[in-house]
């Protein structure tokens, strides 16, 4: 205890308390939201980009969509799928020249286009391998897509489906072809694109971007050389499919991968870019690993400068103990030598004179040292400390809230309120304003005893918030209502606080009204007839005290004409009080005029 006692030592154990904890307190709770605000950042980013690729491959779609209806529109080309030994193997060539080779777009590079009969016969502008082409109408989506008129279905051809003598991977639209009469299909057109016109979108993306079926098959992907692969299994993303876009996190092989999709809405495809976990956050872990490096420099260097601190003010406050405890043992009778740091020394000299002035009365005071000796003991006794207790309750409100007490910490809060305003600045007129918000503290505290079984309802208007009142004359009253009014009763009580001006009488009509068991007729008589004669006996003296006292302060301030009044029947009692109407600028300067007389 000893060494608790030693600035030295409270010096440090402050800084500790009050500054370094919570430095490694506010660093912890800062860096985790950091960490969530960047995450969202980087996700926002991450779909933003992705949406505006979507966007070009949706508009690539349609592209080769619209080209493949003007193909397959195209009379001279329903013409040859209906009559194809109508047209010589020259103008099939010229057909093919001016229908296909021609299309122009700026989303793709280049188009294979097939057009099939009913007949066994084809119409390509690349070179078809016949062994693929007998798979291809052998095949179940030929025969399902025969079926269906005016049929679309999109397909990625892989290594098994190459139609083509070049093998390209190629994303292609299948459509029926249907005469319009008969509502029959005459042919079926194979419109493909290059995969490469896709990933050319795709490869402006960072990480690995795919484009993935509803079956799971990957139709296009950006992946370069040198990139670190990702296998993907449908069951990896399979949440994917349960929203339109988002951002998932998939673990495969002990790497986090920041999977962000979004949908195709021509094809129903999935557009997802898988980027690895650690790349995307290095710069929070960097961040992170800055800011602990920081506060531990930080740290380091308080400390250090608390010792340093701790050791310059307790040693020459050190020094200057052990000699005041020199000069205690000589009876004042010595002087200090002045030595030490300036302000030491100021000390010193302050001490000595003060050690000459205590010689001096000690002898005056012999006599009467028994005698005042207990009155100041008794006086120390009495003595309390406002400021120190509403100190001390608000250390203990915040010791609540720190221990997420709520309840207590408002109980708390509310009492040092109505502490603070008692203490004051030695007022007694206030605003009718700075009364109400007194009120409601101690309604406050109130209502944490009583609950929902206490209501308050105010009817004030906001022009009378500036009336002049006598400082601390409601609460008498509000406290009757609830402990002889509302408490008793069963059920819910209300108290209505309500005021209106009397510009007739200059006056100011403030009515408290309970809705409580009441008081007894003779009981009432009792009160007033005392608030009325300033004193009385009987049933309702002992217990009118708080309201004659408000009642006497009202006619001390403002005259015989104003004070309180009550009435009282069943269920309701309403307390009334009359005061001149009158601001509390006016009241102010009324004060003070009264002041300068005196």
Known sequence: MQRWNSIHNQI???????????????????????????????????????????????????????????????????????????????????????????????????????????HGNWLSNKIVQQDLYDEYIQSDWYKEMLKEPFGISWMANDSRNYIYYDKSQLVTLIKTITDVQTNQNIGIELFSVSESDFRKYMSKLDGNVMIMDQQGKIISSSMKAGMDPIEVLPEDVSKIWDSSKGQLIVEKNHQKWIASFDTIGLTGWKLIQFIPYDTVFKEIFDLRRTNMITVGIIVIVFMLLAFSISYRVSKPVKLLNKRMKEIEKNDFNSSLALSGPNEIATLIDTYNHMARQIRDLLQRLKEEYVQKEEMRFRALQAQINPHFILNTLNNIKWMAYIRNDREVGEMLSSLGSMMEASIGRGETLISLKEEMDYVQHYITLMKLRYNDKLS???????????????????????????????????????????????????????????????????????????????????????????????????????????????????????????????????????????????
Do not use: C
């Not at 609830?482 to 606080?497: A, D, K």
């Open 12 to 118: 440090l154990f402050f800084i500790l308390l009050f500054l370094i904890i919570p430095l490694f307190i506010s660093a912890f709770w800062i860096d985790k939201p950091l960490e969530r605000v960047i995450e969202n950042k980087i996700g926002n980013a991450t779909s933003e980009a992705l949406y505006q690729i979507d966007f070009n491959i949706e508009l690539l779609l349609q592209d080769m969509l619209k080209s493949a209806v003007d193909i397959s529109t195209n009379p001279n080309i329903t013409s040859l799928l209906k009559q194809p030994n109508s047209v010589t193997y020259y103008e099939k060539l010229r057909l093919a020249d001016n229908a296909m080779n021609k299309l122009y777009s700026s989303y793709f590079s280049e188009s294979y286009v097939t057009l099939l009969d009913m």
């Open 456 to 598: 308050v309802e105010f009817h004030i208007p906001d022009p009378l918030m500036k009336q002049e009142a006598i400082k601390f004359m409601l609460q008498p009253i509000i406290e009757n209502s609830i402990h002889h009014g509302i408490e008793p009763m069963e059920g819910r009580g209300v108290i209505t606080i309500k005021a209106v001006a009397d510009q007739e009488h200059n006056q100011m009509i403030l009515t408290v009204t309970d809705n409580g068991i009441g008081i007894h007729p003779d009981k009432i008589d009792d009160i007033n007839l005392i608030l009325l004669q300033g004193h009385g006996q009987g049933h309702g003296a002992s217990q009118s005290i708080g309201i004659r006292n408000v009642h006497e302060r009202i006619r001390l301030q403002y005259g015989e004409g104003y004070g309180l009044h009550i009435q009282s029947k069943a269920n309701e009692t309403t307390v009334e009080f009359n005061l001149p109407l009158k601001t509390i600028e006016e009241g102010n300067a009324y004060a003070s005029e009264s002041t300068a007389r005196r």
